[in-house]
């Protein structure tokens, strides 16, 4: 029987700003995450995450983290991919004072 | 202070025009990350969770007011408007944008201040005692030793390809404050029978995944043969620690694997190989840089107001209680300023209290600063009649908590709130801890005990030395927070032991205050600390405290 795959996001720093930013169906990089591509098909997921390592001139460290589908978009599993959605805790700085 | 010369000047200078280059080719894509990693690691920048972050070093953590005020033009033009103090004696900004990091590395430069080798495997930011030149117990002022090897390991280029990074502390008093057995090499000073100034040589001290104590590889060395020394230790280092594998890199492990005895015969054989190479011109130098260190003109005033003013107001009595160590001149007073108002994060400090630590130094403090391991920062040479006024003006900032030493005075890493490596948050948890102690208003009465919070397994918020340690996990993906007990980073040190199963996020502070209140039934008198009541009973009546239910079980 075939392993499940979990289904996954690209995401990466942004090159300038440093900050937490996910790839797009379009092959854009958005920083809010329910906007993201959901991968879950580990084939594709592998193949989108190669494209975005040629990006280099935008972004900064790839890679493929764990995502769960929600009415809304992706959401993250993980809560160090949910403190990346919004930021650190002790301040209302990063992308939680952004919106 | 130490004052660039004009190589120090030019080295820094070309450096950063370098650097901006490099930066330059990252922007257009013409360096990929790979290929920019380690030069930015070499400028002291880091890719963190939600931005960049700039780690400043601060030598031997001085730094006078025109440095401070510096550091909050930064902070407030490039950052956020704070910067975050750190147990390396370094300044961290958490918000940098790539394309400005040149102009900020030009602003440091600008006061003499540097992010070189504040990361990459070299030879790191060499970390003092921050009483240095003014504790009452002092031999002598560690610095100019400590700027020696500064200079000395700044692009030595024997030195930038270590297996592993590498830290040196220096302490000029039998009393360590500088935590020198956990590092690499630990220099403390002593004095031999005809009373010469010389240093214990500590190795292999460390913390992170394998935590291990310092050993002595030399209970006395004149002061006269440190480079050399310290060089022969490097070289042996280079040449045997181990490249295959990172978590084994580290000094601490080459001389577990080798055996000390081993390590010093080969220390000792390279240090009389190069040591006719070290013709005193080092030692010319160390005269320079002491000059540089020269004690400042102390005043002689009456400190009759200071009495009064404590005796009147039970505020400032108990903030000179907790904050004020000993000095060597009897009218003055070392000033730890705690940067760790309940509630607030350890470490961080506004622009707005920069700026007012610069004016109350160059008022009265003989323009010095200092930050400490502890994440605080020291005024170290006050008279004691203007204390008063010291503490009016912290108290202006926000600055004027009194509890140094004491149960909020926590120090804590990034965590999983900045840090890319982290496992789990450490800052909230030290603010709820001092948060909930401040509620009890027990904290004066419990004395001294020191917490320590780390957000993984690298230690970098020292827990295992703290008396309570706290390091925070990633268990099946929740945080959960594990407990060292007895831990200790004086020339006592000693590795916290666990104590048992991790607490959840939600349960930690609650298990934490168990524990500290069990302990005042424990003591034998307030007079007995944490620590000493921890070292007559053992862990278990501590564990007892910590897990309840499980000693019902047991006595079911
Ligand atoms: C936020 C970015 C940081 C990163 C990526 C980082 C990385 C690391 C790593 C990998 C280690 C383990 C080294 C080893 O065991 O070989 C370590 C240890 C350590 N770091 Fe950090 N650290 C960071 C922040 C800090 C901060 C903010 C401080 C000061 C508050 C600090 C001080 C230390 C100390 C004292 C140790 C343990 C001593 C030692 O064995 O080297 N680090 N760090
Ligand atoms: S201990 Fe871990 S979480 Fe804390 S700063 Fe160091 S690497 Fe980051």
Redesign the pocket.
Do not use: E, F, S, V
């Given at each position: 029987m075939p392993r499940t795959f979990t289904p996954k996001v690209v995401t990466a720093n942004a090159l300038l700003e440093g900050d937490a930013v996910w790839l797009t169906e379009d092959n854009t990089w958005t920083r809010d995450m329910a906007k993201a591509e959901l991968l879950t098909d580990e084939a594709h997921a592998e193949l989108r995450l190669l494209e975005a390592a040629g990006r280099q001139d935008e972004i900064a460290g790839p890679y493929l983290a764990d995502a769960k589908a929600t009415d809304d978009g992706p959401a993250p599993t993980h809560f160090r991919e949910d403190f990346r959605t919004r930021g650190p805790s002790n301040y209302n700085h990063g992308k939680q004072a952004e919106v | 202070m130490y004052s660039y010369n004009d190589f120090d000047a030019a080295f820094v200078a070309e450096r950063n025009r370098q650097f901006r280059a490099q930066v330059e080719r990252r922007i257009d894509g013409s360096l990929t990350e790979d290929e920019f990693k380690p030069l930015r690691l070499m400028n002291g920048l880091?890719l963190?969770l939600h931005a960049y972050?700039l780690?400043v070093a601060i030598p031997y953590g001085t730094l006078n007011s025109a440095q401070m005020d510096q550091l909050a033009f930064i902070a407030d033009k490039f950052d956020k408007g704070y910067g975050?103090f750190?147990?390396?004696q370094?300044i961290?900004y958490n918000w940098p944008k790539l394309n400005e990091v040149p102009d900020i590395l030009e602003a440091l430069a600008d006061v003499e201040m540097h992010a070189l080798q504040t990361s990459g495997n070299t030879i790191r930011n060499v970390t003092a005692d921050h009483f240095a030149g003014a504790a009452a117990d002092e031999i002598a002022d560690p610095r100019p030793v400590a700027e020696l090897l500064r200079q000395w390991s700044t692009d030595h280029p024997e030195f930038q390809f270590l297996p592993?990074?590498f830290?040196i502390a220096v302490t000029g008093s039998p009393n360590d404050r500088a935590v020198t057995r956990?590092?690499?090499i630990g220099l403390r000073m002593v004095q031999n029978d005809a009373g010469e100034n010389g240093f214990e040589v500590i190795v292999g001290g460390?913390?992170?995944?394998?935590p291990m104590v310092g050993k002595v590889i030399r209970d006395f060395l004149p002061v006269a043969d440190l480079l050399a020394y310290v060089e022969a230790i490097v070289s042996v280092y280079n040449l045997l620690g181990r490249r295959d594998n990172?978590?084994k890199?580290?000094i601490?492990i080459t001389v577990h694997e080798n055996g000390l005895e081993t390590i010093r015969d080969m220390v000792e054989s390279r240090f009389e190989q190069i040591k006719p190479g070290f013709t005193g011109f080092d030692q010319g130098l160390l005269a320079q840089i002491e000059h540089a260190f020269a004690t400042p003109a102390f005043k002689a005033a009456s400190t009759d107001g200071y009495e009064a003013a404590r005796l009147a107001n039970p505020a400032f009595r108990s903030w000179t209680d907790t904050n004020l160590t000993a000095h060597k001149n009897d009218g003055y007073a070392i000033v730890s300023v705690s940067i760790k108002k309940h509630g607030q994060t350890p470490?961080d400090a506004t622009s707005d209290q920069m700026r007012a630590l610069a004016q109350i130094a160059r008022d009265y403090g003989h323009d010095e600063l200092r930050i400490s391991?502890e994440?605080n920062v020291i005024l170290p040479h006050v008279h004691k009649s203007d204390l008063p006024a010291i503490y009016a003006a912290l108290r202006e900032a926000d600055l004027a908590t009194a509890n140094i030493g004491l149960v909020s005075d926590i120090?804590a890493?990034?965590g999983m709130d900045?840090?890319?490596?982290a496992t789990a948050r450490s800052i909230p948890v030290a603010q709820q801890i001092a948060t909930r102690f401040d509620e009890l208003k027990v904290e004066h009465d419990v004395g001294p005990l020191k917490i320590k919070i780390s957000g993984c397994i690298?230690?970098?918020?020292?827990h295992h030395v703290g008396h309570i340690g706290i390091l925070g996990l990633d268990r099946a993906g929740v945080e959960n927070y594990q407990i060292t007990l007895g831990g200790d980073g004086t020339e006592d040190t000693h590795i916290g032991e666990r104590a048992g199963p991790g607490f959840a996020y939600d349960e930690i502070v609650p298990a934490i205050e168990r524990l500290v209140l069990g302990y005042l039934d424990l003591r034998t008198d307030p007079e007995e600390t944490f620590l000493q009541t921890f070292r007559r009973l053992g862990a278990d009546p501590f564990k007892a405290i910590l897990y309840p239910a499980k000693e019902a079980q047991n006595a079911a």
């Open positions: - | 880091y963190q972050m780690r975050h750190t147990t390396r370094n961290q592993r990074k830290k956990a590092h690499d460390g913390l992170g995944r394998t990172k978590y890199a580290r601490k470490g391991h994440q120090i890493c990034p900045y840090c890319a490596l690298n230690a970098c918020g020292h």
